[in-house]
Antibody
Framework: EVQLVESGGGLVQPGGSLRLSCAAS????????MSWVRQAPGKGLEWVAN????????YYVDSVKGRFTISRDNAKNSLYLQMNSLRAEDTAVYYC??????????WGQGTLVTVSS | QSALTQPRSVSGSPGQSVTISCTGT?????????VSWYQQHPGKAPKLMIY???KRPSGVPDRFSGSKSGNTASLTISGLQAEDEADYYC?????????FGGGTKLTVL
């Protein structure tokens, strides 16, 4: 059974940093592109970033470029999102999602990030 | 990277059919056959219901179908059931990034 479990969310002040993790199991992690998708409270979904199987390609939504870094450790079956210079508008539930071609076929339960003073 | 346009809400009675539209541009919906639809119940993670415009993952009832014409994609749910009440999001590949719609709340009357 495919499982994605996010962790690392919490309350952080504006300008602060946070590192999210996603532990994957039930599939060959190193064979899939992976993505982060976020959802602000009461709002819709927003794709944030993705990373190729070997980490050689990474893409970001414009609003997080230069502030967020996606990475992965295939030996640990883990996906990460380093978030720096956080802003109030980054407040959201962050989901880890497996990519199947150009779609997101499995999602974790999400971890809440709150940026507030 | 503008969001796709969906109606904020739709409704239907049990057994009826509803269609949710998703309008983008030639740079996303119209440019690729990579439109997907996600169902999200309150407090839950999204679930893939349709991918590549009209394909259904295993386990998704055939009451759910997808289509596309030009820059507009559509999700049709036939034989509405109470458990179909949820938020639905369309999503399109846009060449190195993805864009979602704002979401549509489906109410089963």
């Amino acid at each position: 059974e495919v499982q994605l479990v996010e962790s690392g969310g919490g309350l952080v002040q504006p300008g602060g940093s946070l590192r999210l993790s996603c532990a994957a199991s039930g599939f060959t992690f190193s064979s899939y592109w992976m993505s982060w998708v976020r959802q602000a409270p009461g709002k819709g979904l927003e794709w944030v970033a993705n990373i190729k199987q070997d980490g050689s390609e990474k893409y970001y939504v414009d609003s997080v470029k230069g502030r967020f870094t996606i990475s992965r450790d295939n030996a640990k079956n883990s996906l990460y999102l380093q978030m720096n210079s956080l802003r109030a508008e980054d407040t959201a539930v962050y989901y880890c999602a497996r990519q199947y071609e150009a779609n997101f076929d499995y999602w974790g339960q999400g971890t809440l990030v709150t940026v507030s003073s | 990277q503008s969001a796709l346009t969906q109606p904020r809400s739709v409704s239907g009675s049990p057994g009826q059919s509803v269609t949710i539209s998703c309008t983008g541009t030639s740079s996303d919906v119209g440019g690729y056959n990579y439109v997907s639809w996600y169902q999200q119940h309150p407090g839950k993670a999204p679930k893939l219901m349709i991918y590549d415009v009209s394909k259904r993952p295993s386990g998704v009832p055939d009451r759910f179908s997808g289509s596309k014409s030009g820059n507009t994609a559509s999700l049709t749910i036939s034989g509405l059931q109470a458990e179909d009440e949820a938020d639905y999001y369309c999503c399109s590949y846009a060449g190195s990034y993805w864009v979602f719609g704002g979401g549509t709340k489906l109410t089963v009357l």
